[in-house]
């Protein structure tokens, strides 16, 4: 892991990265072909590393098959450009360990393991899930701490406790907790990246290493800006980008589900051809995708017609 610096904290899956959506054909299929063009797209457009299979990649409803023929997809897209990590988290200790492995032997630089969600383990099954995983390859892992969806959080102490195990070397965080997070901040050497891009500017401020984000699907040369903005110890234009794009974020994570409302976003702006999700998801409606344009328009990502 690179040694963190009064600079610049230590970056081991880089700065940028996307949690990047599964484009579906008109039939429901994973369509392999948007797949990669979608991250070639992203890595042309200020992104450094790329997640796949995350949430916001509606990895509750791909098969493993599916997650592994993506990965594969995306990695010989762009792997030698970019960081390219694996969602594997499920709330399954063994299906977890299961779907690390798979991304390993395809060729994955780092895992993404969230908090098993649902059945609400305590802090010592939390540690226990996240070192066995960890201890399962020899790829460096990225925790994901989002309670929101989880239902429970990684406490402080759980978070030093499995710092100390030498391939776990960083958290998505989508907690809402600056204070614990200055506190393992402090007390560790993980690398943070803000998991809300609510928070994305806050978080850089406070240390992070940088963003893993569902925004910059259509923001990544300006979020990469915002970054370089903060290493360079120039919070005016920092705060400048993040005011700008208040309006995307809004109509992004605020007016309805976020894949649902970034598919859309990609669709405006030409980069997907279609919003097609799987259900339990629907795809916007006419009237979401309207304040949704306008709200790219307002952030200056202005999109393609609406009736183009």
């Not at 299929?29 to 200020?46: F, Q, R, Y």
């Not at 993040?242 to 409302?261: D, E, F, K, S, W």
């Not at 339990?280 to 949704?292: D, I, N, S």
């Amino acid at each position: 892991m690179p040694t963190a610096t009064a600079a610049q904290p230590p970056r081991p899956f880089g700065t940028v990265l996307s949690a990047v959506v599964t484009p579906f054909t008109a039939s429901g299929a994973v369509d392999l072909d948007a797949a990669a063009a979608l991250a070639v797209h992203l890595v042309e457009h200020g992104h450094d590393g790329l997640v796949v299979s995350g949430t916001t990649g509606e990895s509750p409803t791909t098969s493993d098959e599916e997650k592994d023929r993506l990965l594969r997809a995306v990695l010989d897209a762009v792997g030698d450009r970019a960081h390219v990590l694996a969602g594997v988290g499920t709330n399954d200790t063994a299906h977890t360990l299961e779907l690390a492995r798979a991304a390993e032997k395809a060729g994955a630089h780092g895992l993404l393991v969230v908090t098993p969600y649902y059945n609400k383990p305590p802090q010592a099954a939390l540690a226990h899930h996240f070192t066995t995983v960890a201890d399962g390859t020899g790829l460096p892992v990225m925790l994901y701490d989002i309670p929101g969806r989880s239902g429970v959080p990684i406490e402080t102490e759980t978070l030093v406790r499995v710092a100390e195990h030498e391939r776990i070397v960083a958290v998505k965080d989508a907690k809402g907790d600056s204070w614990g997070t200055s506190w393992v901040l402090a007390r560790t050497e993980l690398a943070y990246y803000s998991g809300d891009d609510a928070v994305n500017l806050p978080l850089l401020a406070q240390g992070a290493s940088g963003i893993v984000s569902v925004v910059s699907h259509v923001a990544g040369r300006e979020y990469a800006a915002m970054v370089a903005a903060v290493d360079a110890g120039d919070l005016v234009t920092a705060r400048a980008i993040h005011t700008r794009l208040l309006p995307a974020v809004r109509g992004i994570m605020t007016r309805t589900q976020g894949v649902v409302a970034v598919k859309a976003a990609l669709e405006l702006t030409g980069v997907l051809s279609g919003r097609a999700v799987r259900p339990p998801l629907l795809p916007a409606t006419p009237e979401e995708v309207a304040a949704l344009a306008a709200d790219l328009a307002l952030a200056g990502l202005a999109p393609a017609p609406l009736d183009a």
